[in-house]
């Protein structure tokens, strides 16, 4: 079965490190959008899907009532296999019970809350719309309202991160009744307010080394904590790993709808516009789809699978492709086998923990 995602392209405000496609201020285009996620879904009509992710953006700033009508619409296009996994992005300065209750009627059964960091100071410095309370006692709030499936994000290399206050971070975050955790570290993309801000010297460029060693007191910490790394930056307590995000990784089917979302079908990826207006006139597509070729395919599933701590099944490989894996890789994963950074194992090949450091670098040979 698919997977589903629907991208709700809408934010208080932009985070100043953001450069996802995501507008502030629109409210008045709410309707408008979901009428047209609407009518993009009613090209899917009768799809099966077993996951479902609402992402943005920031999903959480529709209002109660816009929920339940894009949660009806979802379950009157698609066939929505029992036990589905149903996300939805929240930002703490968005949520409240009618909100949560919203959803919870509408079939969403997890929550992905992007706190960021515990310490005000450094939520300030990224232009989030929230303080660590509101974090702190939102994730409570979701609980407290029936949610056993959230999920938090946090960043790591944040301006004014110390050491210690991202250790509080994590603290903070572990004594939270949670499932999952996304741990990213800040990329200082070209464009954002963020960028300008490091260009100016106003914050000290993130060091590498230290990002390195935050990275392995994450997985320690989290893993004494129950909560085990199964993909470069996430950890789960076994069995609440994201099953939706699993799909991207072991390249299975999904669709995408809405604003600038991707779908992956038969064998070809389609990208939607990141034109709203040309969204709103009901022009999806941005281009013609991409056909992937046999190469395409297998470099993607080593480059995607790899990024799992589980790596690359042999026997999934052949299934798939009709040929080994060691026919068609065999140099590189020999040599990488030989420089340490890659380990066989139970017919798996995957990254060694030297390796997870230099994931880009290995991953990208195979594509
Ligand atoms: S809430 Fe998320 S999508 Fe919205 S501006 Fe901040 S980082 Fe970007």
Redesign the pocket.
Known sequence: MKGLYIHIPF?VK??EY?D?V?FSGMEREHDGYIDALISEMSEYRGAAIDTIFIG???PSVLAPYRISRLCAAVAANFKIADGCEWTMEA?PGTLTREKLKAMLNGGINRLSI?VQSFNDTELRAAGRIHDAKTAYDTVLLAAGCGFNNISIDLMASLPYQTDDSFRTSLNRAVSLPIKHISVYSLIVEDGTPIKEKYDRGIYNAPDEDNDRRLYHYTAAFLKECGLLRYEISNYAIPGCESRHNMKYWDCDEYIGVGIAAASYIDGARYSNTDSFSQYMSGNYRSGEREILTEDDKTGEFMMLGLRKTAGVSEAEFKRRFGCDISDKYGGLLGKFIGLGVMEYDGGFYRLTERGLDVANSVMCEFV
């Open positions: 934010c932009k985070c953001c996802f995501s943005g953006g920031t930002n992007g």
